[in-house]
């Protein structure tokens, strides 16, 4: 989970950096099951759309605190 208090940008490195991550979870847990990366943010990323297929969900803030 990540904080920024402003639109975060999601660039190559980081991009890369997931990807990694998602790897040595698959590798130590040893699943055989789908792994989803989901963004929980009070922002939607600026160019999410740039990295198709890294982030499946984007749960915002609203969504979290939303009154019935």
Request: glycine share 2%.
């Amino acid at each position: 989970m990540k904080f920024s208090d402003h639109p975060y940008e999601i660039n190559k490195t980081y991009s890369d950096t997931l990807q990694s991550k998602l790897h040595v979870f698959q590798q130590a847990s040893k699943t055989r099951k789908v792994l989803f990366n989901t963004l929980i943010t009070t922002y939607v990323p600026v160019n999410a759309g740039k990295y198709t297929g890294l982030i499946q969900n984007i749960i915002t803030m609203d969504a979290l605190f939303k009154s019935k």
